[in-house]
C-alpha cells in the first residue's frame, strides 16, 4: 500500500526567503506525481505535475523535482510572497489497474510573514 | 477549457437525514471521476471512482453511495448520514486515459447534527 509522507507539517518563513518543501513516497511503481496547493476552506488547485519519466517541472517561481527510484519529491518555492501562504499537498498518481488514483500525503501548512 | 462545478458548497444536515451532492464537468468527455474527503487530521481520503456512465468503485466500506447518470456528472448520495460522514468533499476528474493532471471542485463542508 502507498504511503506519502510530506515534510516539514508547518513552516513559518519571512517574505523573500526561498525554501523547500518535502514529499516522501513508499511504492516507487507510481506513474505521476502531482502538487497542489489549498487555501482554507478551498478546494485544491493544481501546481505541477510530472510524469514518471520527468526529473522536474517548473512553472514561475515553482520547482518540482522528481527522483523516482529513492520515492522523493521536493518543491521548490523561490522568493516567497504572503500570497504563498497555503496547504501544499503532495499526491502520488497510480497507474495501470488503478484508474489514475491518488494518495495524498498528510500536507505542509505554509506561512510566508511580511 | 474544463471546468468543474460542485454544489452545495456548505451543508449542515441531521443524522439520519438523505444527503445528495452533485459534481459536473464540462469541457471534456469521458473523463475519470472522484469523489475524495477530507477530515479534520486525516488527509484526503478517496472514497469512489468511475471510468464510466454507471461504473462505479468503492475505495472504503462505508455509509455512503456514488453514481454516474451522465457521462460527466458525478452524484454522492446517502440514504441516512451518521455524524461520522461530516467532513469535506472534494469532486475531482482525469482526462483519458486516466493518468493525466487530476482538477478538483471547490468542495462541500457537510457538517451532520
Known amino acids: 500500500k502507498q504511503e506519502v509522507t510530506q515534510i516539514p507539517a508547518a513552516l513559518s518563513v519571512p517574505e523573500g526567503e526561498n525554501l523547500v518543501l518535502n514529499c516522501s513516497f513508499t511504492?516507487?511503481?507510481?506513474?505521476?506525481l502531482q502538487w497542489f496547493r489549498q487555501d482554507p476552506g478551498k478546494g485544491l488547485t493544481s501546481l505541477l505535475l510530472?510524469?514518471?519519466?520527468?526529473r522536474e517541472q517548473t512553472s514561475g517561481r515553482l520547482n518540482a523535482s522528481l527522483d523516482k527510484s529513492s520515492g522523493r519529491s521536493t518543491l521548490y518555492i523561490a522568493a516567497s510572497q504572503p500570497g504563498d501562504s497555503a496547504t501544499y499537498l503532495c499526491?502520488?498518481?497510480?497507474?495501470?489497474?488503478?484508474?489514475?488514483?491518488?494518495?495524498f500525503g498528510q500536507g505542509t501548512i505554509l506561512t510566508v510573514h511580511p | 477549457s474544463q471546468t468543474i462545478h460542485q454544489w452545495p458548497a456548505t451543508l449542515v444536515q441531521p443524522v439520519g437525514s438523505p444527503l445528495s451532492l452533485e459534481c459536473t464537468v464540462e469541457?471534456?468527455?469521458?473523463?475519470?471521476l472522484y469523489w475524495y474527503r477530507q477530515a479534520a487530521g486525516r488527509g484526503l481520503q478517496l472514497l469512489f471512482y468511475?471510468?464510466?456512465?454507471?461504473?462505479i468503485s468503492s475505495e472504503v466500506p462505508q455509509n455512503l453511495s456514488a453514481s454516474r447518470p451522465q457521462d460527466r456528472q458525478f452524484i454522492l448520495s446517502s440514504k441516512k448520514l451518521l455524524l461520522s460522514d461530516s467532513g469535506f468533499y472534494l469532486c475531482?476528474?482525469?482526462?483519458?486515459?486516466?493518468?493525466?493532471?487530476?482538477?478538483f471542485g471547490q468542495g462541500t463542508r457537510l457538517t451532520v447534527v
Open positions: 475531482a476528474w482525469r482526462g483519458p486515459p486516466g493518468y493525466a493532471e487530476a482538477f
Open positions: 511504492d516507487s511503481a507510481i506513474y505521476n
Open positions: 510530472i510524469q514518471s519519466s520527468q
Open positions: 499526491a502520488v498518481g497510480a497507474g495501470g489497474t488503478s484508474y489514475g488514483k491518488l494518495t
Open positions: 469541457g471534456t468527455s469521458n473523463p475519470n
Open positions: 468511475s471510468v464510466g456512465i454507471g461504473q
